[in-house]
């Protein structure tokens, strides 16, 4: 096995220091920080984009949705939980909103 097949191969575990100030070398991505549950933060995301629907909102506050959006998707492909129904549906329509928008 070469040096490069090596560094895919055996996932990177974060040194406490690395992990204190954000760092996150690839393939390994830091986990969205969420306050409450998944399918809570994307009640709350969906609620907003139907609030401003019609409205401007921050560019931050599309990409925290898209983040949110990101996480979900993750969550489904890798794991099958009692909140995959709801989190499937409210991904969809968080989706959507965010496709209304482009």
């Known amino acids: 096995m070469s040096p490069v097949q090596h560094l895919y191969a055996v996932p990177h575990v974060p040194t406490l220091h690395e992990h204190r100030i954000g760092f996150y ?3 390994m991505r830091k986990r969205m920080d969420l306050h409450g549950s998944l399918v809570s933060n994307l009640e709350a995301a969906v609620d907003s984009a139907r ?3 019609d409205k401007r909102v921050y560019l931050e506050t599309v990409q ?6 990101t996480e979900a998707r993750n969550v489904l492909a890798t794991r099958i939980d009692a909140d ?3 989190i499937r549906r409210l991904a969809d329509v968080l ?3 965010i496709a209304k928008r482009s």
């Open 25 to 27: 070398p690839f393939p």
């Open 95 to 97: 989706d959507a909103a």
């Open 84 to 86: 995959s129904a709801a």
């Open 64 to 69: 925290h949705w898209s983040d949110l959006l």
């Open 51 to 53: 609030r401003h629907r």
